[in-house]
């Protein structure tokens, strides 16, 4: 059943996204495009050069001039022009050229003629005049890009193939954003950090501080660790305070519930503008968002898969509009193999398995158990179906639809 005090997942998402929108806490820094990788560019890249920057011939082969399409049942090879060559070579008139794949071709070229479709004999060639098109096999100055023109704008992800762009334009150096200054802790006194040995039987270890990290640092955030804190209302007030002073965004994770030892909820109603939200989305209802001084709070559920995946939907998105970017990812349906569980009420985004069937057709699996603290959900998955808030269960052969894990989560 829908209750009205659940504010709808797009809602939640749409206020998280405006507040960001209003806020710019990023810094710019000049760095070697060699360091750059999956940094967020800061400011609009456009090209120094044409690429290509002087005409060249597409394929090894001979360059022609058009009135040679007339002797093409026999034309002298007067000489060779190799890629980097320096000098212009002589091109005497009624005579055509063996040219190599990115060699300069000469201004009065009418085409390249692959060598594949050429007859040679000594210094003569032949070859069918009536296949041969005007421009062809030859790679005009600024076909690719034109100099002065805008490459990426500011808010696109420096990626290796967008670097590998930059690359070809020569182009050394990038202006990026600094790196978002998250704080992060956890607070449960039943948690223990890994590495170290379980206090108690009733203890678990922490894992949600060490994934929320790992992805705030595959998103290219510096994490400020504040480790584990008791649920005690003056401890958790006091590093949300220092949190605040250090940090753009504080992350936490667990007491935002209704249990009688949620004290975030407490603290922050002393110290921050918070919004307490129990959001239509499963996993991940209670969430809350705000501000404490000027930094943005995050608090996380403490399930384990309630805190990535709230963090992947909600807090991915608020990183990604405060460096400026859309973090849209593209959404599409398949047919699902498995029957899926699904209450109506709340937006749903389970775990899946995308893959191809015998018949070469994309379907979807589920990855089994679905509970918020089965974080094995996740170890075959590479998608969440995300089953809307009104369905009800879905039977194996239904439409679905998908969304595929963002990279850093694969
Ligand atoms: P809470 O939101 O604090 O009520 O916690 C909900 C559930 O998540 C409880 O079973 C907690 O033990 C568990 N939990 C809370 N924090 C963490 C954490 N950092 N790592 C792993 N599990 C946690
Ligand atoms: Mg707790």
Redesign the pocket.
Known sequence: MTNSSFLLFSQAKDLILQTAKSIKCSQIESIKSSNAVNRINAKAITSPINVPSFNNSAMDGYVIRQADLANSHSIRVAGSVFAGQKQSVDWPQNSCLRIMTGAQVPDDSYAVIMQENVQRVDDHISFDASQIKAKQNIRYIGESVKAGSEIFSAGEKLTITKLTTLATLGINDVTVYQPLKVALF???D??TSIGEALTSPNS????????LSLMLKALGCEVIDFG?IK?DLTLITNTLKQAAEQANVVIT?????V?D??Y?KMALEQIGEINFWKIAMKPGK?FAFGKIGNALFCGL????V??LVTFDQLVRPLIAALYGRNDETPLFTLKTVSDLKKSVGRVDFQRGHIFSNNEGELVVESTGEQG??ITSSFNHANCFIVLEKDRGNIKQGERVTVEPFDSYLL
Do not use: C, K, Q
């Not at 994770?253 to 519930?257: D, I, L, T």
């Not at 559920?301 to 384990?304: E, L, S």
């Open positions: 956890s607070t449960g039943e948690l678990i270890y922490d894992s949600n501080r060490f994934t584990i649920d994770s667990g007491g935002v519930s249990g030892a949620d975030t209670p559920p403490g399930n384990p309630s805190a918020s603290h």
